[in-house]
């Protein structure tokens, strides 16, 4: 069952402005007045401190209001910020807000497209009226000099609007490539997980199927001779022993893979084409008649295809056993060449499966296939001529170090 999910904090109150926010805000509103203004001192030596004051810092904090919604909708932020610094800048003498529309402009950069550059042009305009103010003042004492320090500011303002811009833009670009990155983790982290759940599947279904439909076999057997010939039977109830002990190991084996945590000594080596001959045996124990024949000398194999060739022949025998019947007959074959081929073959049966074939989900070849195609081979499947089943893998055979377990 799966848990339900916490929605984390930034998700929750991402419509509530930050404390970050508020405190950049109030950042802005007392900078832009103290540091970059005159119009308090403009006002009192005006002898307008009262209502003008007021309604001065009144309006200056629109602006910082404003920023506080910034991430969210940040052009439509900035356009505000641009409107209320170019109004008081024209309207109030001596208010030149400068860092609002600077914040506005970088969160410009870093939350909206690329194509948003264009809001760097007007954001100069604030900055073309604070220069063409400076330049009247210090054309008061020298005419010549307007010229020279409106377009030097004007060169010096559209450096920082441009580079808050860019700035902006390179945070930004930076935060979303970390977030790509972070998302590209996490749906490999779920494909990583789907995966290993297939695999499990696939182990499970190749463990219990097989060992299920000996077990049924075996005890179909030993009811039916039970009566006539108890030694028969017990030998029966001793191969469902083993066959319950070494699914048991199996599955051992493979919870401790799941789970490392687990100390419990284990047999650490998969079954491969050696083991082939032992499987064929017990399958004939259970009543299967089944032919084993090996052409060519064996050579040491990759782990993964050692079991891949060991789970072809166990779900191609379990097959045979749940689906065709106590009549059927199976013949496997392993070549031993430049690639190892496993051929299981069937004739058929009456059609009486162990069990009914109750036990079917419909992956077992599904999973097979895919297990050989992972190794770097291909199998073919399918009913035969006349009558029966073939079940055919070639798989590939590269360089093995001596000493690795087949």
């Known amino acids: 069952m799966t848990a339900p999910a916490v929605p984390s904090p930034g998700l929750a109150h991402r419509d509530v402005p930050a404390r970050r926010d508020v405190l950049v805000a109030a950042a802005v509103w007392l900078l832009d007045l103290a540091l970059f203004s005159t119009a308090g001192t403009d006002l009192a030596r005006a002898g307008g401190v009262g209502g003008s004051t007021v309604l001065l810092l009144a309006f200056a904090v629109l602006g910082p209001i404003a920023l506080l919604w910034r991430r969210r909708a940040p052009v439509t932020v900035f356009v505000v910020v641009w409107a209320l610094g170019l109004v008081g800048t024209a309207l109030v003498p001596g208010y030149q807000p400068v860092l609002g529309v600077l914040v506005a402009l970088y969160a410009v950069g870093a939350c909206a497209p690329a194509s948003r550059a264009w809001v760097t042009v007007p954001a100069l305009a604030p900055y073309l009226v604070i220069a063409a103010n400076e330049a009247w003042l210090a054309g008061r004492e020298d005419a010549g000099r307007r010229t020279a320090v409106f377009v030097g500011l004007t060169l010096v303002y559209a450096l920082v609007v441009g580079g808050t811009w860019a700035l902006g833009w390179w945070a930004g670009s930076n935060r979303r490539r970390l977030a790509a990155a972070e998302r590209l983790r996490a749906v490999e982290a779920e494909r990583a997980v789907a995966d290993e759940r297939a695999r499990i599947s696939r182990e499970l279904h190749d463990i219990v199927a097989h060992t299920v439909t000996v077990m049924l076999l075996q005890a179909g057997g030993a009811r039916r ?182």
């Open 225 to 406: 001779v039970l009566a006539t010939d108890p030694d028969r039977a017990g030998q029966a109830l001793t191969h469902i022993e083993q066959a319950g002990r070494q699914a048991v190991e199996e599955l051992r084996r493979m919870l401790t893979v799941i789970a490392p945590g687990d100390t419990a000594p284990v047999d650490p080596r998969h079954p491969g084409p050696g083991d082939v001959e032992e499987l064929v045996a017990r399958m004939s124990a259970s009543g299967l008649r089944v032919d084993f024949a090996v052409d060519g000398p064996a050579r040491p194999v990759d782990p993964s295809v050692g079991l891949a060739v060991y789970r072809t022949v166990q779900e191609a025998l379990t097959n045979v056993a749940r689906y065709a019947g106590p009549q059927a007959t199976a013949t496997v074959r392993l070549t031993w060449a430049d690639e190892l081929e496993v051929e299981v073959r069937d004739t058929g049966g009456d059609g009486t499966a162990a069990g009914g074939g109750a036990l079917s989900t419909g992956r077992g070849l599904v999973g097979l296939r895919e297990r050989v195609a992972v190794a770097g081979g291909e199998l073919t499947t399918g009913p035969v001529p006349g009558k029966g089943f073939r079940v055919y893998a070639r798989l590939p055979l590269p360089p093995v170090e001596v000493g690795v377990p087949s």
